[in-house]
């Protein structure tokens, strides 16, 4: 949910950024907006290369699977959330309104770090899991 979460915030702010005009420039000719963009993006594919690599690599027969399906977890919704924080950025004013749809994406990337499980208790596992595995 998280990866998909981000990548509609991207295809919003990339769409934005490639209409709205400002100074007599598309925003996604200005720097700042860039990056957000491109940080996005990146963040977006690293992690979806996580999942997609934990996934392929699941033995659902054996136990000791949770490291790193807590770790995706982790990663991805946090990077959702920056995502959707970036998205509400490159929109200005009409990313925080309820009709776009940014806002509510970050909403929702926002709750999943709480639903779930929250980040800290996937933290812990982690933790507690590799310090038995002595990795």
Not at 37 to 58: L, N, V, W
Not at 83 to 90: M, N
Request: glycine share 10%; proline share 0%.
């Amino acid at each position: 949910m998280a990866s998909g979460l981000a990548r509609r915030s991207i295809q919003i702010m990339n769409k934005y950024a490639a209409e709205r005009m400002s100074f007599g420039k598309t925003l996604n000719q200005y720097g700042q907006i860039q990056k957000y963009i491109a940080e996005s993006y990146a963040e977006f594919k690293a992690c979806q290369t996580y999942i997609y690599d934990t996934a392929r690599m699941m033995d659902l027969t054996k136990e000791g699977n949770r490291v790193d399906s807590d770790g995706a977890k982790l990663v991805a919704t946090t990077m959702a959330k920056n995502v959707a924080d970036r998205a509400i950025q490159v929109l200005g004013g009409y990313g925080y309104v309820g009709e776009y749809v940014v806002e509510r994406l970050w909403r929702d990337a926002k709750l999943l770090e709480i639903g779930g499980g929250t980040l800290e208790a996937h933290q812990k596992n982690i933790a507690r899991d590799l310090s038995r595995s002595g990795f």
